[in-house]
């Protein structure tokens, strides 16, 4: 069996036989869709990403045969690339080198459900353990808009915020995330438990430093929530209302505002929310619904939509929470491929005025929306605005202009970690890929930083850290 990826020179068909009775697949189409994720949101990564496949997927059913993945691709020093669902944006589940993918989709048992915590398999869909939960009378306190496909391991690993970071913070804030365990990539591996500040060293570290295997997460109260759509007449006063929801005593699970131009995209409301306006999209529990017409009259604000579940069924409607977050990106490309997105934050204080400051540097090739969220208890707002693409020089000269006007930006349009949000190395993260990942062999090509720090034991890693 000759190498998919003709990066690696690893007889693949001797090695699937090794593997067994590991489940692989082998057939070339097959291995080259398990080598995707939606790096095609930006052009720079798909220009970069596209011609990247792995060489063969292993799908481990039981934690023994996740060792044994693991065992053999150490033996055999065979690059090797977790994946879940396989949503991630940045490219973090494409195997740059070849070799072997880990699909983790078959090891998503829910194995205990407590009062306020709940234990899960990697693998597990995030649709299904939220179903799960909610007999219970319970939901994860935050989730990805994508949670229909997504598995929590590869949230975990590869996400940061999504639906509820309004109310109960990032995922890396205290509290949310309880203990993940761990196997490393050797033979044997050795597992690990990571607990209190060290979760943060293995959390949104896309699979560079260990295989999650279980995790344990806070859960939250569920709500009968409704999904509402309220619009305004321009985008500050619109922004205005979002800010106000935020720091308002009513438990929404989402508050997100879309320039009225990305609402144009959504072919989904058309007929439900007004041509032209901006749009304000939340979850709002149904004993707080009165408070938020309050809140949004009180804006100047006009409602358009008041689902609960029930309705959004009859009516073959979206979730409220697929108008926002990157799902607004989605959602767009869906009818023009020459959009993309960035990652903005919009540091605590919030203001207004900041937003018309913004407008008043902005190009019309930018449109605006905004996630309110909770960040270590301040109250921030990312923006993911849409652009008109044009050229990778306008891109980065768009994000120089958020970063002089007090924005700081994530370049979503990198996969390698140390050019994303963190900006520069985190040498916690690589002291823990030399304890977990000793042969640099996990998703190695997504950091810059390893190629100088792999022959450093990892006190001597860490060292550089504290310099
Ligand atoms: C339309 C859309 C909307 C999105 N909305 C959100 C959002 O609301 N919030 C958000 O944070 N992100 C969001 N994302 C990004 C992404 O969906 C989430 O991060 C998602 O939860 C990733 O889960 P996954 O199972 O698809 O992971 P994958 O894409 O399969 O993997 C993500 C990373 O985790 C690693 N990984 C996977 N499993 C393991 C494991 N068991 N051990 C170690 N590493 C592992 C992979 O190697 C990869 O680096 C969105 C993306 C899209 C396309």
Not at 165 to 194: C, Q, W, Y
Not at 433 to 447: A, E, F, I, S, Y
């Amino acid at each position: 069996m000759t190498s998919i990826s003709g990066k690696t020179t690893t007889d693949w068909a001797a090695f699937a036989a090794e593997l067994a009775p590991v489940e692989v697949i082998s057939e070339p189409v097959l291995v080259k869709k398990r080598s995707r994720d939606f790096f095609w949101y930006s052009p720079i990564l798909d220009r970069r990403l596209k011609t990247c496949f792995g060489d063969l997927v292993a799908r481990p059913k039981f934690p023994a045969e996740m060792a044994r993945c693991l065992t053999l691709s150490a033996r055999h020093r065979i690059p090797t690339t977790l994946r879940g669902g396989g949503t991630g944006n940045y490219g973090q589940s494409v195997p740059m080198e070849g070799g072997l993918i880990i699909d983790t989709t078959e090891m998503g048992r829910i194995l205990e459900i407590g009062p306020d915590f709940v234990r899960v398999e990697a693998g597990c869909n995030i649709l299904t353990l939220n179903n799960a939960l909610k007999e219970k009378g319970r939901e994860l306190p935050v989730f990805p808009s994508t949670q229909d496909i997504a598995t929590i391991g590869g949230f975990i690993s590869g996400g940061s915020a999504g639906i509820g970071t309004v109310s109960h913070g990032m995922l890396r804030d205290a509290g949310n995330v309880l203990e993940i365990k761990a196997l490393s990539a050797e033979d044997p591996p050795r597992e690990h438990v990571f607990r209190g500040d060290d979760i943060n060293m293995i959390h949104h570290a896309w699979g560079i430093n260990g295989v999650i295997t279980e995790l344990t997460l806070r859960t939250v109260p569920t709500e009968d929530w409704i999904g509402c759509i309220a619009t305004f007449d321009t985008y500050p006063a619109c922004y205005a209302a979002g800010m106000a929801l935020a720091a308002s005593p009513i438990c929404r699970k989402l508050c997100s505002t879309l320039d009225a131009r990305i609402v144009a995209y959504f072919d989904r409301l058309k007929g439900i929310a007004p041509e032209g306006r901006p749009m304000l999209v939340t979850l709002i529990p149904r004993p707080q619904i009165d408070d938020f017409r309050a809140l949004i009259a009180d804006h100047n604000g006009q409602i358009a939509l008041e689902m609960d579940e029930a309705e959004r069924l009859t009516r073959k409607l979206p979730h409220a929470f697929e108008f926002s977050y990157n799902h607004t990106t989605l959602q767009a490309l869906k009818t023009d491929r020459k959009v993309t997105y960035l990652q903005i934050l919009c540091p605590a204080p919030l203001n207004v005025a900041k937003i018309t400051e913004l407008q008043g540097v902005l190009g019309d090739d930018v449109y605006m929306h905004h996630e309110f969220s909770l960040m270590g208890g301040q109250r921030v707002a990312f923006d993911l605005p849409l652009v008109k693409y044009t050229t990778d020089e306008r891109l980065y000269q768009i994000m120089a202009l958020y970063e002089a006007h007090g924005c700081p930006a994530s370049d979503p349009h990198s996969c390698i970690i140390e050019e994303g949000g963190m900006k520069k190395a985190d040498y916690r993260h690589l002291a823990w890929k030399k304890r977990m990942d000793p042969l640099g062999l996990l998703n190695t090509p997504k950091t810059r930083e390893w190629a100088r720090v792999r022959d450093m034991t990892p006190e001597a890693i860490l060292a550089l850290h504290q310099t």
